[in-house]
């Protein structure tokens, strides 16, 4: 199975809103509402922001906010603060072969 | 409070077996899968595998020839061998907890604090 893919790279002003998108194939992402955003900073471990495509773990700010269309899953940050900037990961469930995929990753600036 | 601290040898050399251990901490072992992932240095993730507690496993097509993730509940413990290990192997290894769960899809919220893994000769 191939990684999803996303941008490499997405960047915003504080107070912005952005988007990323998370492109997957009819087998995974779009096969299945299973899909969860990761947010990793610089030598940590990665956090789950979003789940089941737009739920969100106890936590998690509501400036964070998950949809699907297809097979394209998005994570749109709104209200973008310093603290945002970090690598994101799209994942989603592949049920063919009951294992999960990652996306390519992207890193977020806040400018 | 959930934590997972995880360990294992940090340097191998080719053809050798990787072997990592990952101990839970608070919370109940019972109710959840529990991960491995890796990241190659400056690279993205990748899913590993995962094991229940009743020992049920599922691995990464591309990994599964060469993966064992085993449990051992009496000791809240789970372990990951990767056999035959090569310089593509080298990564940095996550344990995690499969926390929320769909279906019997888990996602991965509670995570141990890595371990790099080197593979060179």
């Known amino acids: 199975q191939s990684a999803l893919t996303q941008p490499a790279s997405v960047s915003g002003s504080p107070g912005q809103s952005i988007t990323i998108s998370c492109t997957g194939t009819?087998?995974?992402?779009?096969?299945?509402?299973?899909v969860s955003w990761y947010q990793q900073h610089p030598g940590k471990a990665p956090k789950l922001m979003i789940y089941?495509?737009?739920k969100r773990p106890s936590g998690v700010s509501n400036r964070f906010s998950g949809s699907k269309s297809g097979n394209t899953a998005s994570l749109t940050i709104s209200g973008l603060q310093a603290e945002d900037e970090a690598d994101y990961y799209c994942?989603?469930?592949?049920?063919?072969?009951?294992?999960?995929?990652f996306g390519t990753g992207t890193r977020v600036t806040v400018l | 409070q959930v934590q997972l601290q995880q360990w294992g040898a940090g340097l191998l050399k080719p053809s050798e077996t990787l072997s990592l251990t990952c101990a839970v901490y608070?919370?109940?072992?019972?109710?959840?899968?529990w991960n491995w992932i890796r990241q190659p240095p400056g690279k993205g993730l990748e899913w590993i595998g995962e094991?229940?507690?009743?020992?049920?496993?599922n691995y990464n097509p591309s990994l599964k020839s060469r993966v064992t993730i085993s449990i051992d509940t009496s000791k809240s413990q789970f372990s990951l061998k990767l056999s035959s290990v090569t310089a593509a192997d080298t990564a940095v290894y996550y344990c995690?907890?499969?926390?929320?769960?769909?279906?019997?899809?888990?996602?991965?919220?509670?995570w141990g604090q890595g371990t790099l893994v080197t593979v060179s000769s």
């Open positions: 995690a907890r499969g926390g929320y769960c769909t279906g019997g899809v888990c996602y991965k919220d509670h």
């Open positions: 608070g919370g109940s072992f019972s109710d959840y899968y």
């Open positions: 094991i229940n507690h009743s020992g049920s496993t």
């Open positions: 009819s087998s995974d992402v779009g096969s299945y509402n299973l």
């Open positions: 089941d495509v737009s």
């Open positions: 994942c989603s469930y592949v049920g063919s072969s009951i294992s999960y995929v």
